[in-house]
């Protein structure tokens, strides 16, 4: 078949799997929306506001669906509008391919009306990037795009495509899913080692990290945990990975963890660290961290090993066959002495629940949760809110959590909602804070054009609350730049952009905003006042061990 | 504790590649003594050099990220009692009468070759480890260098073990 590269385009995210794009059109890219316009595939085009707002879309949909996202922009600002969704993606590992158009061979390098170097921008933010100089390679570089995007550890890929390549044709041979790269497996003689490891210890945990959901293999860990009398502690982007009422689930540790997760991470002989990779946010004082305990590491990418934690076993090799190999070899036991101190620990968790007339943010947290199935894709997110998701939101299944772990990117919640809710067709609900929302509100016109049914929570405290948190304990209580107090009607704002809105000051309140909201299909924004001086606890003040926390 | 060591790092002969591995070093704090590169025998590969200092996690972390490029295809430690290390210097010395002999002298002490001669200056070429030209240097700085120019190393392996070979069958 003769195509035009756009046609060819089309062609081979169709072959890919591909159903749903986000992007915004330009000037470079008007051929490739030309052959979306005729495209015999059906691929959906997803217009958003703004191109950050697609680059978060195609990363929160991959995270949903385990599938590779798909994003498209022009050349020169729109290429610069992606960035911090290609950075974001990549701070947590998760595939994208996003495709700028560039402006034409001819031109690049001569400073011409929206072009900058789009490679150049890309290196540092993604796996990897390419540059497509000639027709001749276009298919075959697109298919390397989705294949290296999801092979190994996952992450984003930038295809950029200058307009003469788009235009120009050649002979386009149909092809098959492209094979992911073929995974290591781990060495059998390590992993005989971690069983044997695990068969001595007394007091075991499993720290799972987002590794062991981009892999799919979260089903190995609840088995895991039972058969040797384990406890499961996670970081923020491993909460998934079991059922978080599972009594065997600590949750999240870290600095805004729970004091039980941090504190029997610390007390656990033995830690079976998967798919993590030991920020400074999740162990604190590196020295402390798991200070009694032998650390088994397995990771995809090696070079996770000895970055952060030089662990005492460190294991290379796909999560999925490490895991059923250790469930299939281990004892099964009961630490009975471990289950004791645990149990001790939780009790003595510290919720800091005041007890106040007013609406609290774990009040509107478990509000929604007792709403919602165990379906609802939950996206948040950065700051407060986000931290007090991971505390008090009961996940059940795996990929229901969209969150910007690594970067932390204030505005990537209204995106990835779009993203997350098209790809599984369900309710998805976006905890965001007024500084948050502020960032890119502007996506909501998205939802509602694509009739979407995404229930925005604004927990809203009229501040920069986590900054506010930290210039309140480290600064002095020198509160620059951090009282928001905005004079934005957020009910009207909602109405403006053709979604409903509603205001909750009470759990009543916001219980009839959420039956309402869980009962129409299309997007609806609830407003929840709280207090502004609420303060995200417990803390691990920065390079703190659990003996550090601050409860108060 | 530092020390220091070259990779020879084997690449596909793409543009831009040169820009990822040094957009790598500053990206991850990685300290580049001497960065070479060249075409190799074969024409879809490229080959670089890349002497480097820190201590033993960094030298690590330094050869797993730069593995994990997609255009890389393989990265390896020189162990220098088996790898030859070369590195050329010219150099402009400003010389006449006297100074001029004594130059001369130490040039074929050094077993350096004189590449060209002025009214006033000589440049003279040297290849050699590092020590090596080093010490010329260090030999003749008193008589007044104008200029230098050195290319950094390139490194080899003594014996018949090649780098990279039947990385395309591989």
């Given amino acids: ?552 | 504790m530092n020390e220091k060591f070259s990779l020879s790092i084997v690449v596909t002969n793409q543009p831009g590649v040169l820009t990822r591995i040094s957009s790598l070093f500053s990206q991850r704090d990685f300290n580049i003594d001497t960065f070479t590169s060249g075409k190799t025998e074969d024409e879809d590969y490229a080959r670089i050099t890349i002497t480097a200092s820190g201590d033993m996690r960094k030298k690590e972390q330094m050869i797993k990220q730069i593995s994990k490029l997609y255009d890389v295809k393989k990265v390896e430690v020189m162990q220098p009692e088996n790898t030859i290390l070369r590195e050329l210097l010219i150099v402009k010395v400003s010389a006449s009468g006297e100074k001029l002999r004594e130059i001369l002298d130490a040039a074929s002490v050094f077993r350096s070759k004189v590449v060209d001669m002025s009214p006033g200056s000589v440049c003279v070429e040297i290849t050699g480890e590092t020590s090596k030209i080093d010490a010329f240097l260090n030999y003749i700085k008193d008589y007044g260098i104008l200029e230098y120019c050195r290319t950094g190393l390139i490194a080899v392996q003594r014996g018949k073990t090649c780098l990279y070979k039947n990385i395309k069958t591989a």
């Avoid at chain 1, 890929?157 to 098959?176: C, H, R, W």
């Avoid at chain 1, 070079?303 to 030089?310: F, L, M, T």
Wanted: with cysteine; proline share 4%; charged share 20%.
């Fill in chain 1, 1 to 552: 078949m003769l195509l035009t590269g756009c046609e060819i385009i089309m062609e081979v995210l169709a072959e890919q799997g591909v159903d749903t794009v986000f992007g915004y059109p330009g000037g470079q890219v008007l051929s490739i929306y030309d052959a979306l316009y005729k495209n015999r595939h059906g691929i959906k085009h997803v217009l958003t506001a703004h191109e950050q707002g697609a680059s978060h879309a195609a990363d929160g949909y991959s995270r949903s669906s385990g599938k590779v996202g798909v994003c498209i922009a022009t050349s020169g600002p729109g290429v610069t509008n992606i960035i911090t969704g290609l950075a974001t993606a990549h701070a947590d590992s998760i595939p994208i391919v996003a495709i700028t158009g560039n402006v034409p061979m001819e031109l690049i390098g001569t400073d011409s009306f929206q072009e900058v170097d789009a490679i150049g921008l890309s290196i540092p933010i993604t796996k990897h990037s390419f540059l497509v100089k000639s027709i001749d390679t276009l298919a075959f570089t697109l298919r390397e795009a989705f294949k290296f995007a999801k092979s190994g550890r996952p992450g984003p890929v930038l295809v950029d495509i200058p307009k003469n390549v788009q235009v120009s044709k050649t002979e386009y041979e149909p092809m098959g899913l492209v094979e992911n790269i073929p995974d290591i497996n781990a060495d059998k003689q390590l992993l005989d080692e971690a069983v044997k490891l695990i068969n001595a210890c007394k007091k075991p945990v499993i720290y799972c990290g987002g590794g062991v959901i981009n892999s799919n293999s979260t089903e190995y860990i609840q088995p895991i945990v039972e058969k040797c009398g384990a406890y499961a502690v996670f970081s923020m982007m491993g909460l998934t990975a079991m059922d978080c009422e599972h009594k065997r689930h600590l949750g999240m540790s870290g600095m805004h963890g729970l004091y039980a997760a941090t504190k029997t991470l610390t007390k656990a002989d033995l830690v079976l660290a998967v798919g993590v990779r030991f920020t400074e946010r999740a162990t604190g004082n590196k020295a402390k961290f798991a200070e009694n305990a032998k650390i088994i590491h397995i990771d995809i990418d090696p070079a996770e090993h000895g970055k952060n934690i030089d662990a005492d076993l460190k294991i290379q090799g796909n999560l999925s066959n490490s895991l059923s190999y250790i469930l299939e070899n281990i004892n099964n036991k009961k630490n009975s002495e471990w289950d004791k101190e645990v149990e001790n620990y939780k009790q003595h968790e510290n919720k800091n629940r005041k007890v106040t007339a007013l609406l609290m943010p774990w009040d509107i947290i478990e509000t929604v949760n007792k709403k919602a199935t165990p379906y609802t894709n939950i996206a948040t997110d950065v700051g407060q809110h986000q931290m007090w998701v991971a505390q008090y939101y009961k996940f059940k299944m795996p990929r229901t959590h969209i969150t910007s772990g690594g970067l932390g990117t204030m505005g990537y919640g209204m995106g990835a909602a779009i993203g997350s809710c098209m790809a599984t067709k369900r309710r998805t609900v976006l905890f965001t804070g007024d500084g948050s929302f502020g960032m890119n509100l502007n996506e909501l016109a998205t939802a509602v054009s694509e009739k979407l049914p995404i229930t925005v929570v604004i927990i809203n405290n009229k501040r920069l609350g986590m900054i506010r948190q930290w210039q309140s304990r480290f600064f002095d209580g020198h509160f620059m730049a951090t009282v928001l107090d905005r004079k934005t009607d957020f009910v009207k704002l909602a109405e403006a952009f053709g979604a409903e809105g509603y205001r909750a000051n009470s759990i009543k309140e916001l219980e009839q905003a959420l039956d309402r909201a869980f009962d129409i299909n299309t997007p609806c924004v609830i407003e929840c006042v709280i207090p502004s001086d609420e303060d995200v606890l417990p803390m691990v003040p920065p390079n703190g061990s659990v003996d550090n926390m601050i409860f108060k």
